[in-house]
């Protein structure tokens, strides 16, 4: 579980997943749950939750490939959405990491069903 201090204020968690599979550079899947407050959602404040994952999985951030994970474990009203990663691109301002939404790409279907597969299920308790 990654939390961090959002940057609206409030406190935020995430799940956060580390996959190391060379010849390729790391990935790090931050995964919206619903029981995280709307108010401090994860794509509003992607920079700050992959600080705190960064430091939690030892990895440098701008050497991992960063992707957003939503699916009906994202919102108790979602039931039946499909899942969806979204790559984010992060960017260091030398002491801070940024992002916005004109740096992120939807995976296709079929990539996301890889990853999905790859990882396994999510369940919040």
Aim: glycine content about 8%.
């Amino acid at each position: 579980m990654i939390r961090w201090q959002h940057s609206s204020g409030g406190s935020a968690y995430c799940l956060g997943r580390l996959a190391r599979s060379a010849p390729e550079r790391p990935v790090v899947v931050l995964s919206e749950l619903a029981g995280n407050p709307d108010a401090v959602g994860l794509v509003s404040d992607y920079a700050g939750a992959a600080t705190a994952a960064a430091a939690l999985f030892g990895v440098d951030p701008t050497s991992v490939r960063w992707l957003a994970h939503h699916g009906d474990f994202s919102s108790y009203d979602a039931a039946g959405a499909p899942e969806t990663f979204t790559e984010v691109q992060l960017h260091s301002d030398g002491s801070r990491l940024h992002s916005d939404l004109t740096d992120q790409r939807l995976l296709s279907p079929a990539e996301s069903e890889t990853l999905s597969r790859s990882l396994g299920p999510i369940t919040e308790s």
